[in-house]
């Protein structure tokens, strides 16, 4: 045979491994299933905590809306009872910068990222703050009336807050610390800025009139208990956090327990008001009391949403390491079957080669032994 014929009868034999071969390939393929359906698991992993990242991210930013918000419902019934040229101009800058930063997520396209809840909200939002003004568009409207329409843009700013939460997945969590830390910043806290709200308003209103009508007292004091009372629960389940999460203890706001910016806003509403048998106190110095305490209660609700922000990212690099580690796992096994197959594939052609050096070894023989008998014969006869 020549050599082109020899390589021609070579051209698609395929070498098939021996049974060490086929058994490594039967045992990685399983494996190796394996780990791809966990990568993928991890995918999905990496992907919800993105979302709960997002989440978390968006209601941070949101939260400057909301003090905002807060900021123009608490100044609008003082300015509603003593309209004045420099309270006008107070309340106009404060509307005007309540616009600018609706205005400016909403043309925030990383921000919004076509995101329906923020798309259905926006047109709803801005017609509410265009709207608002002091008087209502009514002579008799009383700051109460006031403080209660300006509040519907906070508390739909605060839902649009918690459908963000829903929507990326954080009410779903119930291990660990995360559960605790979402409903403390997103439950707790919307409750007691309320009531820090009406304390600064409504008190620095009665301090700016220079008297309490009947129905303030009630009001005011009705406040008072309130935030005792949310003083009390909040430490009790600040305490229970603790005992469940310790590390937490060295964390901001946590390392100072047990808080006291309630009891201090409840005392402060008291001592300056509530107790005053002439009301001497400026009404401005009460009201930057009281928005030191809710500015105070805005960064530990963001120190909470950081430390939950945090915690998912450690969740999240923990599963990034998993995935390296089931493709390097992968590729190592890869690389074994690789070298088994290419060893048994050598091994089973040098057996076929030694095979047929001895089939040829043997044929020879075969040949020798048959033309010596062919000889013999002849030279017998």
């Known amino acids: ?5 020899q390589v021609k009868s070579n051209i698609g034999r395929i070498v098939l491994p021996t049974r060490v071969g086929w058994l490594s390939l039967f045992l990685v393929i399983p494996v190796a299933a394996l780990l791809l359906q966990l990568l993928f698991s991890r995918d999905e992993q990496v992907l919800k905590i993105d979302n709960k990242l997002k989440a978390i991210n968006d209601i941070r930013t949101l939260q400057q809306v909301v003090d905002l918000a807060e900021r123009l419902r608490d100044l609008s019934a003082i300015v509603v009872y003593d309209r004045n040229s420099e309270l006008d101009d107070e309340y106009s800058r404060q509307q005007k910068s309540l616009m600018v930063k609706l205005t400016e997520l909403k043309s925030d396209k990383a921000f919004n990222g076509n995101n329906p809840i923020y798309e259905l909200s926006y047109p709803l939002l801005l017609s509410q703050v265009q709207s608002s003004r002091p008087a209502l568009g009514a002579e008799f409207t009383t700051p109460s009336v006031a403080f209660e329409e300006h509040q519907l843009l906070v508390a739909d700013l605060q839902q649009i807050q ?3 939460a829903d929507q990326g997945g954080l009410f779903a969590e119930r291990v660990g610390v995360f559960p605790d830390l979402t409903y403390l910043a997103l439950d707790e806290y919307t409750a007691l800025t309320s009531d820090l709200g009406k304390a600064r308003s409504f008190g620095s209103l009665y301090l700016r009139l220079g008297h309490v009508p009947s129905d303030g007292i009630e009001l005011l ?7 005792m009372r949310q003083n009390e629960r909040l430490n009790s389940r600040l305490q229970k956090i ?8 060295s964390q901001s706001p946590f390392q100072n327990l047990p808080w006291t910016l309630l ?3 409840a005392q402060t509403l008291d001592a300056d008001i509530i107790q005053s048998a002439d009301l001497e106190t400026p009404w401005r110095n009460y009201y930057k009391k009281i928005s030191r305490f809710m500015v105070q209660a805005s960064v530990d609700r963001d120190q909470i949403l950081s430390i939950l922000q945090n915690q998912f990212l450690l969740e999240r690099s923990a599963v990034v390491r998993q995935q390296r580690t089931y493709l390097i796992v992968m590729i190592f096994i890869f690389f074994v079957f690789l070298v088994i197959y ?3 594939i050598k091994a089973t052609v040098g057996q076929e080669k030694v095979r047929k050096e001895k089939q040829a070894a043997e044929e ?3 040949a ?3 033309f010596l008998a062919t000889m013999s014969h002849e030279i017998r006869t």
């Open 162 to 164: 918690f459908r963000l």
């Open 242 to 249: 603790l005992e469940t999460n310790p590390a937490l203890g």
């Open 364 to 366: 020879a023989d075969k």
């Open 1 to 5: 045979m020549s050599g082109f014929q």
């Open 368 to 370: 020798k032994s048959q």
């Open 221 to 227: 004091e009705g406040l008072y208990e309130r935030l």
């Open 342 to 344: 290419i060893l048994d």
């Open 263 to 265: 009891e201090e806003a």
